[in-house]
Nanobody
Framework: QVQLVESGGGLVQPGGSLRLSCGASGIIFSIYTMSWYRQAPGKQREVVVG???????NYADSVKGRFTISRDNAKNMVYLQMNSLNPEDTAVYYC??????????????WGQGTQVTVSS
């Protein structure tokens, strides 16, 4: 059974920082591209940043220079360090794992989400 479990969300003041974590089980973590998505109230879910199995990253323009993704394959963990947060970053943040498409197909999994609220 595949599980992605996020943690680290909460309430933070504008300009503050948070670190999200996502632990994966049930998959060969090292071969998956891991991403963080977010969904604000009334808006579509959007990709924030992804990191490939090889460590290449791709950030949304809105978070470049403020957010940093990292992964620890030994611990099956992916992290999102979020700095200089502003109210527009308020959303539910989701962890995503994708592998493929390959000979066995494409596999995609989602976490349950963690709420990040930026407010004074």
């Amino acid at each position: 059974q595949v599980q992605l479990v996020e943690s680290g969300g909460g309430l933070v003041q504008p300009g503050g920082s948070l670190r999200l974590s996502c632990g994966a089980s049930g998959i060969i973590f090292s071969i998956y591209t891991m991403s963080w998505y977010r969904q604000a109230p009334g808006k579509q879910r959007e990709v924030v940043v992804g990191i490939t199995s090889g460590g290449r990253t791709n950030y949304a323009d809105s978070v470049k220079g403020r957010f940093t993704i990292s992964r620890d394959n030994a611990k099956n963990m992916v992290y999102l360090q979020m700095n200089s947060l502003n109210p527009e970053d308020t959303a539910v943040y989701y962890c995503n794992a994708v592998q493929g498409p390959g000979p066995q197909g494409r596999y995609e999994y989602w976490g349950q989400g963690t709420q990040v609220t930026v407010s004074s």
